[in-house]
């Protein structure tokens, strides 16, 4: 790989109207600012990324996924502004790209068009229908000669409909030689990249301008741009899945993060919920459903079944209103209203109706292990930690807590007893 990667996530993102960095925001389960990553990673073994709002933090959840990311702290106060960001940055390869943290959207395929050809930069451009308020990129002979800032455009400049897009594939030289030339000679008093173009046309050098999408290009400056790249991103994963073979009933109704992984035949009905690294494999998740962090093979969950994390489920069936989390079923039914925590069922066993695993005792969580075959009666009670041999059965009702053998019968049951005539004596004569 001959280029090198630069990504500016030093900006506060005062419109995102929140504590948190701007950057750190997610999109379809990971961090914009890990999208930005992804695609550079495509492209480059070269990755620095400019901190300076919160650095530590990003630094931290960055390198808490990736390896080998450079850092690099800008002087925002000496050296505000996209020029300053650059300064003192120094990259391996000959050649630069220079990419924006708050743009998730973007693909390997667009990189490679900004970091293809001989032009001393690359600039990223875009044609907008209405282009009002954004600076003019003036091309002549297809070669970019002036970036007007809107106020300062003619007429017929004002008529122009190309904008910059805010990304540079750039000479390395000639980078180094002009970022030390930028000045703050602006009335916002900030170093400006853009500068490094007008730089490259008075020295005759060519600066090309490369058309992208408005889409992919998108910068996530709010709490809205946030649900709108989010939206893109969804269709983007739900429409590879689709073509990959995966059924969705009304998919606009479903959301699926982008580390989840689908494989054989998987169908997902209306209001799924896909979350984090879940791996589904010939897996049947009904409507409103949840699964979240967990293995599902061979097996049906829902209607409104929740899988947590942790959990793998294999040749299962859940049922309506069942919570599994952190537990192996192998072969198991639990057909409706159940919570399964911390557990580990065996094949052929059957949870009832109101069953649930009694996990946590205020301070620990402990393990409840039911063998083959077991048969557990409804509005039972697993208190934790509890081991359940195969080929047992528990009567509906019942509170276990101590360990049952093998082949037994299971009972805790209050005696049942009649008084007669109460209804009759409680209402009186009627």
Known sequence: MSISVVILAAGQGTRMKSAMPKVLHTISGKPMLFHAIDAAKEISDDITVVLHHQAERIREEVESTYENIIFHRQDAKNFPGTGGAMKGVHTRHSRTLILNGDMPLITKTSLEALTSGDADINMSVIELEDPSGYGRVIISEGNVIEIVEQKDCNEAQLCTQ???????????AL????????????????????????????????????????????????????????EIMQRRIKK?????????????TIYIDCRATFEGECELENGVR??????????????????????????????????????????THIGNFVEIKKSVLNGVKAGHLAYIGDAQIGEGSNIGAGVITCNYDGKNKFKTIIGKNVFVGSDTQLVAPVCIEDDVMIAAGTTVNKNVEKGVLAISRTPMRTVKNFFYKFFGDK
Do not use: W
Request: charged letters at 25%; proline letters at 4%.
């Open 162 to 172: 190309t904008v910059n897009a805010g990304i540079y594939a750039v000479d390395t």
């Open 175 to 230: 980078l180094e030689r002009y970022i030390p030339q930028l000045d703050n000679d602006n009335a916002q008093a900030e170093y400006y990249l853009t500068d490094i173009v007008k730089m490259a046309v008075d020295d005759g050098r060519t600066v090309h301008p490369v058309y992208v999408s408005e889409e992919e290009f998108k910068g996530v400056n709010s709490k809205l741009d946030l649900a709108h790249a989010e």
């Open 240 to 252: 590879a899945l689709m073509l990959a073979g995966v059924t969705m009933r009304l998919p606009e």
């Open 274 to 315: 896909i979350e984090g690294a879940a791996h589904l494999f010939n897996a049947h998740i009904k409507a409103h459903s949840v699964i979240e962090d967990s293995h599902i093979e061979h097996s049906d969950v829902g209607p409104m079944g929740r899988i947590r994390p942790g959990s793998r489920l294999v040749n």
